[in-house]
């Protein structure tokens, strides 16, 4: 099935300020790889057959490019993102017009949440994280908006900062995830959950290799996480890896960068 996602050209992308741990505003970022790693992103999705629409971007808001914080799409609804940090706040309303333009439903959120970074779309469930970012307030919010049950999991390691950082769905019913970074009460969940799941070694995890995209069949994951890789290629499914490692500098891999409209 063809999927439908929206993502922002990293036009404005540099490393300004650190508001997680990846982030070195010193170390210097080069927006032209960046731009460049992002286009193969974008072209990945369209060979696989995605539909890739694209929302302008913002002078001064150099994270617009992380799409998947924008907003949380499921049935055609749109649940607005509000963001932790400041520097981010005015992406909220960005993402939120574009959506209003198109014609969706929207609903700008009461409580802090950073979209698709905390909200993972299951075919039955939402899986939700919090401990850095979205505010467990915001999972009420979502699920009585959305219609769909919403599991709370806590974030403890403050590089994976988002849910989408340390778990991604394969299929709509399993997932892969890096236990480390879950509280061990959420380990448990996730284990009676997903018996079946896919466990990242760190190192994969360290490259925010879990900040991968899955249309069931095919997965675009970033190309250092090699045993991931190897293991997903174990299950059947088709790899494709991407160089992301300009934007990795801000925090973000290739997930990061691809908010899903969910029809
Ligand atoms: C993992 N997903 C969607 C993300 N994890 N987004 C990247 C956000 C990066 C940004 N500098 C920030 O810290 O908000």
């Known amino acids: ?13 540099t490393v300004a300020y650190a508001i997680n741990p990846w982030m070195n505003p010193d170390a210097g970022a080069d927006r032209d790889v960046a731009i460049r790693q992002w286009e193969g992103l974008k072209a990945a999705y369209e060979e696989l057959g995605h539909q890739v629409s694209l929302i302008d971007p913002v002078e001064g808001l150099p994270d617009m490019v992380f799409a998947a914080n924008g907003a949380t799409v499921v049935g055609g609804r749109v649940y607005g993102a509000r963001f932790a940090f400041p520097e981010r706040g005015p992406e909220g309303p960005a993402y939120l017009r574009w959506f ?5 439903p929207v609903r700008a959120a009461e409580h802090v949440n950073e979209g698709e ?8 469930v939402i899986l939700a994280g919090t401990g850095f970012r979205t505010d467990t307030k915001a999972h009420l919010e979502a699920q009585e908006f959305l219609g769909r049950p919403v599991i709370s999991l806590s974030l403890v ?15 709509g019913r399993n997932v892969a995830y890096f236990p480390g970074a879950f509280s061990q009460g959420s380990q448990e969940v996730l284990r009676r959950l997903f018996p079946e799941a896919v466990l990242a070694t ?3 995890a360290e490259v925010l290799g879990l900040n991968a995209v899955s249309d069931g069949e095919h997965v675009v994951i970033n190309s ?14 088709e790899v494709i890896p991407v160089e992301l490692s300009e934007l990795r500098k801000a925090g973000g891999g290739p997930k990061c960068c691809t908010l899903e409209i969910r029809a």
Do not use: N, V
Request: with cysteine; glycine share 6%.
């Open 224 to 237: 250092e996480a090699t045993a991931l890789q190897l293991e997903l290629k174990r299950r059947g499914y």
């Open 157 to 171: 390691d403050p590089r994976f900062y988002h849910l989408d950082t340390a778990l991604f769905s394969l299929d």
């Open 117 to 124: 970074g905390d909200f993972l779309t299951l075919d039955e």
């Open 100 to 104: 209003e333009e198109q014609g969706y």
């Open 1 to 13: 099935m063809p999927k439908h996602f929206l993502m922002c050209r990293p036009e404005h992308f």
């Open 202 to 204: 760190a190192a994969d």
